[in-house]
């Protein structure tokens, strides 16, 4: 299961806080979720990745997609980070992977 939530809204940027796991048909319900919060609008978005636990292939896919349309990743867990780093170490580079900061 996976909880959306809009945590911060303007008419600039946008802040939503997922919880939970990126996994199967909610890897879609993510993508809708910040289409419809303005990612085609130019508005600034900000996807809070602190209480998502895991995330499968399809979501290290669409987070990644994120990242290029610039949505901005914050909080990944260490877990999230390292899937995060991973995939894009397969993909040959590593220049701007999220980290962790001081979480545990």
């Given amino acids: 299961m996976l909880r959306i939530t809009v945590v911060e809204s303007s008419s600039e940027a946008v802040r939503l806080r997922a919880e939970g796991r990126v996994t199967d048909g909610w890897v879609e319900e993510l993508r809708k979720t910040c289409d419809l919060q303005g990612l085609g609008d130019g508005i600034r978005l ?16 669409l987070l990644k997609e994120l990242k290029r349309r610039r949505v901005t990743l914050l909080n990944p867990t260490s ?5 995060l780093k991973d995939a894009a170490r397969s993909d040959g580079a590593c220049n701007d992977c999220p980290s962790s900061g001081n979480r545990s």
């Fill in 46 to 61: 900000t996807l809070d990745l602190a209480d998502v636990a895991f995330v499968d292939a399809a979501g290290v896919e």
């Fill in 79 to 83: 877990f999230v980070a390292q899937q």
